[in-house]
């Protein structure tokens, strides 16, 4: 890839766009203070604001979704340097009111610093200006074999499904967490569960793989599951939720 690149931010997704681009391509790191983003390259940190004079094809701006439109305000670009945000439920005008060459480079996973991720399995979500689409394809190929273009509507609808899918299943897993360290058992032994379990949600679909005692109406195993949890009110109440849900679910699947 010979596109000369920089990234606005030093947090997750900053973190990870640089590791998958590499100093070949990314020339330059802007962050408020240096000394607080010291996983990144020294020499490539810088806390200015204008870009005009630098020589860059493309600027990626990876910080929170509500710090878009301070950055697309207090810093300063080339009109011929392409912009592009990050985020999944912010639309491309955030940027396009200000800046006629944009886009989004919106990476479709669960990032953390710290995180091993295989970047050629990464979908990359885009969406361009007129006459960027071509240059912000090539970036996003250069990281991935799973490009799709979505528009911001389209954009915000897969955003809100894997908030549901990985953000919401991650506090039940905590919840799981929870129940297991109570009780001094090992939470890995449920990995292969959990594998099993997506897998067949996505070969399946979901009312198709679901079992347990709510598809059952095993009455017995529910009060016994029930008292286990008399001590937790919260996951109580979740308990009962998703058991009430499940049968509805296998209800109407059988009716159709």
Partial sequence: MSLRIAII????????????LGER??????????????????TLLSESKDLRTL?????IIAVSDDQIIN??????????????HTAGS??????????????VLYPL????????????????????????????TQLAESISQ????????????????????????TSLLLDVEKIL????????LLVPLMKQTIHKAFNLGGAKSMTGPAVRKDQKIIDVQLGLLNQDPEILDLYQFFTHRIQKTKSESSDS
């Fill in 9 to 20: 931010g030093g947090g997750n997704v900053a973190t990870h766009f640089f590791k998958s």
């Fill in 25 to 42: 391509s990314v020339h330059k790191i802007f962050v408020r203070k240096k000394e607080e983003n010291s996983h990144l390259p020294l």
């Fill in 55 to 59: 020589d860059l094809a493309i600027i």
């Fill in 71 to 84: 950055v697309m305000t207090n810093y300063h670009f080339d009109p011929d340097q392409i912009i592009l």
């Fill in 90 to 103: 912010v639309g491309l005008d955030v940027i396009h009111q200000k800046h006629a060459k944009c886009g």
């Fill in 109 to 136: 996973m669960t990032l953390s610093k710290e995180d091993i991720i295989d970047y050629q399995q990464m979908p990359l979500l885009i969406e361009g200006s007129e006459g960027s689409v071509l240059l912000i």
């Fill in 146 to 169: 799973r490009v799709a273009y979505f528009d911001s509507q389209n954009r915000k609808i897969i955003h809100l499904a894997a908030v549901i899918a990985n953000n919401f299943t």
């Fill in 181 to 188: 360290k109570k009780y001094q058992v090992d939470k890995n």
